[in-house]
């Protein structure tokens, strides 16, 4: 009996995962939808603006332990949390060291790798399925030398 009710209620939450994951999937807001939740809350963009970084924004999910980011790897992106949990953290001495958290609403870089192209130190992990929003720099930055309003959202993300 014990063995029946342990194997139906491990299919069960097998079955809400994947209702969870598909859910997720379903309600992963649009590319124009992220651009417009970063200008509210990091600086007002004019309409072109927004339709500049919409088209620079990739959308994606994580399961719960993938690694966005890995030790060794250049940073080539920022990462807009829509839902869920990133940890950035790096190891020392064989333990490993959590430097921050990002949630719901958060923006995630590895500044020194992105900045200076050199393989980082620190990973960047989903501690839970997570659906994420990804801009890549180098496209970003082509951005920047065209829009002081750009410029000044990147300011205030940096702040």
Known sequence: MFVLLYATNIYFCKEIKNDIDQKMM???KTPQEIAEMISKRFYPLPDADLDSLASIIESSKAAKGELLLDNGQISKYLYYVESGLL???YYKNK?????HFSCEGNIVICIAST?????TRLLIEALEPT???RISFSEFSDLLKTSLAINRLYQKILE
């Open 26 to 28: 379903n309600s992963m």
């Open 87 to 89: 940890r950035q953290f």
């Open 95 to 99: 333990r490993d060291i959590t430097e």
């Open 115 to 119: 900045f200076q192209r050199e393989p």
């Open 131 to 133: 659906v994420y929003h």
